[in-house]
């Protein structure tokens, strides 16, 4: 992933130096495993521990000239090691190393996600108690439907990211594997309990039935997961947006001072953050469908996966680490303007109150099909007219009136009835 979206402590777990010393860390952890089983001598391993080291530049030295990543580690590291290197790599194939590896940096970016997940959901939680009683209008098709309020809007993100964060957690067993099964998995020329030691020193689980690597089904529902996140990102990032336009204007990104929104527009402020959320889901989109394509690979193995996974897995990760930083600044300080919200549900005298006339008229003994007529006829009077006031046409209407008391129309354009139930939402998500 290029600089602009990577985050140190995220940007740090896919760095070449990182990744060869989780390729360390398998290859010692392998050698403790053989020493435990009398299998090599434990002072070789103390050797192994003591002196084993790699160089990035050296590695990719020789790589250059053996086309081999792993064989170019393994002849660094021995370069450090001396006569005791003998014993490093014994029975395994590659991809022992690499799948195992690679594990240890998907459950470390895994753990990363997650602790900034639990900051978007209270930064969320935070935003939707300040707001629990901020009325504003609710849309759907985009047109005015009825109130709600801003608080209940962002309880449907809190609940979504809550999914989010159970999903992260349930596939937090299935990422943690490792394998070190030797050549098509069969552990010709190594013995399965240095597997199973192995991977309870890494803090992984053997896999189950590994061929001569980890089935990817495993490392495409862990990027799925992290698409998902993505996508619910993206729909708040959208809603934003929307509701940013400057004839909504009812949520606003915060503009810093300083900060310009156009080369050639001194007054735009722009809703740049949500714009590149948005953007920036469509990518783990795609690696998410990289991912699937990589599960069918021939036979035991191939490394058609090999050359996607480079790409997909540090960029998926930094990219969901980096979305989450921004979304929670941004809801954070997200600039709120409930007079905006007061102004826009209230266009064309409460029109955005038609069910509850309608209802209540329908309580009178009016015939729904009657009631809609008269409430509808109405409601497309006072529709996109300057001067358009469906109440003032409602007060004014003998066929509701003959119906309806001054203080029964009146009680239809309260919204603290459409309202009235929120707070059993609320107390579901702890607003």
């Known amino acids: 992933m290029i600089e602009r979206y990577t985050l140190p402590e995220m940007g740090e777990l896919w760095t070449d130096q990182y990744k060869f010393e989780t390729w360390l860390q398998v290859e010692i952890a392998v050698c403790e495993a053989q020493a435990q089983l009398g299998r090599i001598p434990a002072e070789a391993v103390e050797t192994i521990k003591e002196k084993a080291d790699f160089e990035v530049a050296r590695i990719l030295e020789i790589e250059a000239e053996v086309r081999h990543d792993v064989i170019a580690f393994l002849t660094n590291v021995n370069e450090y090691v001396g006569d005791a290197g003998r014993y490093i790599h014994l029975g395994m194939t590659s991809s022992d190393v690499l799948d195992t590896a690679l594990s240890l940096q998907i459950v470390a970016s895994h753990r990363l996600i997650l602790t900034h997940v639990e900051n978007l959901i209270q930064a969320i939680r935070y935003k939707a108690q300040e707001h629990r009683d901020t009325v504003m209008i609710g849309r759907s098709h985009g047109i005015h439907a009825e109130p709600i309020t801003f608080g209940f809007k962002l309880a449907g993100w809190l609940a979504e990211m809550q999914r989010h964060r159970e999903r992260l957690r349930r596939i937090e067993d299935e990422i943690a594997v490792g394998q070190i099964s030797g050549a098509v998995g069969t552990y010709a020329n190594i013995d399965p309990e240095v597997e199973e030691i192995t991977c309870q020193l890494l803090g992984l689980k053997p896999d189950t039935a590994s061929t001569q690597v980890i089935s990817r089904d495993v490392h495409a529902e862990f990027i799925m997961t992290l698409a998902g996140v993505g996508a619910s990102l993206e729909r708040f990032a959208v809603e934003i947006r929307n509701l940013q336009r400057t004839d909504v204007l009812e949520v606003e990104e915060f503009f810093a001072k300083g900060q310009k929104g156009s080369s050639a527009m001194p007054h735009k402020r722009n809703p740049i953050k949500s714009e590149r959320l948005t953007g920036m889901a469509r990518i783990l989109r795609g690696n998410a469908i990289a991912a699937l394509e990589n599960v069918a690979l021939w036979h035991e193995r191939d490394i058609s996966h090999s050359s996607v996974e480079r790409v997909i897995f540090p960029d998926s990760c930094i990219l969901t680490h980096f979305m989450l930083v921004e979304a929670t600044k941004l809801i954070k300080n997200l600039l709120v303007y409930p007079e905006n919200m007061q102004r826009n549900m209230n266009r064309y005298g409460g029109v955005v109150f038609s069910q509850r006339v309608l209802l209540t008229l329908v309580d009178k003994g009016v015939s729904r099909e009657d009631a809609y007529q008269i409430v509808q006829s109405n409601a497309h009077q006072a529709w996109n007219t300057p001067s358009g006031n469906f109440q ?36 579901r998500l702890d607003i």
């Open 392 to 427: 003032k046409l409602i007060e004014a209407d003998p066929e509701v009136t003959a119906q309806l008391s001054a203080e029964e129309i009146a009680e239809c354009f309260n919204p603290d009835y459409q309202l009235r139930n929120l707070p059993k939402v609320y107390q």
